[in-house]
């Protein structure tokens, strides 16, 4: 039997037992490109070395003996072995590749100062532009200044001019710090729809969180809503001369 039958008889055998090309695969460990070089004949895209093993597994697989065809691929590969081998060319020699000297240390010494100094110069740049941008919005922003609005209080008769009465009545929870003569008296938050009333020789200062939040009376006079909005009172003085407000 010749290689050229073994490999046809392999592929009817195959189809015979009604076996897939994955099913073969998967009990031989043979790759699929192998397998179909045997059957197709195409024995030349394997390698000598391992051509034999390939159809033995092949063939013990599917129970067909192959060992005339095996003795033929023996002889075709002892055949090979005996052709005259190929002269080999002549390798051009390659041309010395040029060398560069290496720099002498002065001057990496003097590169790497340069670089240093470049490197420098450039975080100096970077930071007096940051500084200099920074200052120069700095300078161009209005300074914010602390309003302060001054109430008369209404008339005080001349029994009352050197004491000053202030009640404070919460529309809404908010916190109060009260001094009176320059002594703190209360500090703490008044409830909702609480009061309170302080009385002084000289002066009755109030912080408020809120001065939308509160309603203030000086020496029985209701004063006019301290705030439009809910924004904090950071000093609201009461006195003989009239109502300074810090907001």
């Known amino acids: 039997m010749t290689i050229e039958e073994l ?29 179909r070089d045997i059957e197709s004949g195409s024995l030349s895209n394997i390698s000598n070395a391992y051509l034999k093993g390939y159809i033995k597994i092949y063939a013990s697989f599917l129970s067909v ?25 002549k390798q051009v020699e ?8 290496p720099l002498p240390p002065k001057v990496k010494k003097i590169i790497f100062y340069l670089i240093a100094l470049i490197f420098i110069l450039w975080i100096a ?7 200099s941008k920074n200052f120069t919005k700095l300078a161009k922003k209005p300074v914010k200044r602390t309003a302060a609005a001054v109430i008369k209080i209404p008339a005080i008769s001349k029994k009352m001019q050197n004491e000053v009465n202030a009640a ?8 109060i710090r009260t001094k009176v003569d320059g002594k703190v008296l209360f500090e703490g938050v008044i409830k909702k729809g609480m009061s309170e009333s302080w009385k002084g020789n000289r002066e009755i200062e109030f912080k408020i969180s ?21 924004k904090s009172i950071k000093s609201l003085k009461v006195n003989s001369s009239g109502i300074s407000i810090v907001k």
């Not at 390659?94 to 000297?101: I, R």
């Not at 509160?214 to 006019?224: A, D, F, H, R």
């Open 7 to 35: 490999c046809v008889k392999l592929q009817q055998k195959r189809n015979t037992l009604g076996l897939t090309l994955e099913e073969v695969v998967e009990k031989t460990k043979l790759y699929p490109s192998v397998i």
């Open 65 to 89: 003996d192959v060992e005339d065809a095996l003795d033929k691929i023996n002889l075709a590969q002892a055949n090979l072995s005996k052709v005259a081998p190929v002269k080999e060319e």
């Open 94 to 101: 390659e041309k010395p590749k040029l060398k560069l000297k």
């Open 125 to 131: 740049t970077g930071a007096i532009r940051f500084v």
């Open 168 to 175: 404070l009545t919460a529309k809404r929870d908010c916190f």
């Open 210 to 230: 809120d001065g939308s939040a509160v309603y203030l009376e000086v020496n029985g006079k209701s004063l006019p809503s301290l705030t439009s909005s809910s």
